[in-house]
Every structure is written in structure tokens, then in C-alpha cells.
């Protein structure tokens, strides 16, 4: 498994822990201090990352997508943190220096 972590600028700390099966996700865990409403969003939005290629496009598509059919809101964290994070697990590195 493959960990990063991001602290935007004005954001939360994010940890995105992931699981890649070849080229796509297998399983991907979202922790940190940041708040997702409701509660069972990290879930979906997890859910959503599942079995795809884990290219920034892709991801933020997905992300955008679950956030949506969801109404889910996204406190101290955007969409584009989540992505970059995502990515750079996958590809085994982090996305920025921690703070």
C-alpha cells in the first residue's frame, strides 16, 4: 500500500493510502483532519476511485461525479487536493512536502 499526504494552502491535511491491482485502484482509504458531510460521503467518494486508472483527469472526474450525486460537502479539503494526492499514492510518491 501506498501512502501520500498533502496540506494545501488554507486546507486540511489529507493522507490517501491506496492499493493499486496493475494499473488501476483497488482499494483507497481517505484520512486527516478535514470534515466530509455527510458523514458516509468518504465512503462513496472512496468507492467512486475504485477500479480506475489513477490519471489527474480521470480522478478529478470521479471525484466532481460523486460530490455531486451525493451533495456531499467538503470542509478544509477541495476536489483538486483529493486528486493530487490520489495520483501521487498511486504512483508512490507524495503530492508536497509536509508541513
Given at each position: 500500500m501506498h501512502t501520500s499526504v498533502v496540506k494545501a494552502p488554507g486546507e486540511k491535511l489529507l493522507r490517501v493510502s491506496i492499493?493499486?491491482?496493475?494499473?488501476?485502484?483497488?482499494?483507497?482509504?481517505?484520512?486527516?483532519?478535514?470534515?466530509?458531510?455527510?458523514?458516509?460521503?468518504?465512503?462513496?467518494?472512496?468507492?467512486?476511485?475504485?477500479?480506475?486508472?489513477?490519471?489527474?483527469?480521470?480522478?478529478?472526474c470521479r471525484l466532481r461525479e460523486a460530490v455531486d450525486a451525493g451533495n456531499i460537502q467538503l470542509v478544509g479539503l477541495s476536489i483538486e487536493s483529493i486528486a493530487r494526492a490520489t495520483v501521487a499514492a498511486?504512483?508512490?510518491?507524495d503530492a508536497e512536502k509536509r508541513p
Open positions: 492499493e493499486m491491482a496493475g494499473d488501476v485502484i483497488r482499494d483507497v482509504r481517505f484520512t486527516g483532519d478535514f470534515f466530509i458531510y455527510p458523514e458516509e460521503g468518504v465512503s462513496r467518494i472512496e468507492g467512486a476511485l475504485c477500479g480506475i486508472i489513477p490519471e489527474l483527469n480521470t480522478v478529478l498511486a504512483s508512490g510518491r
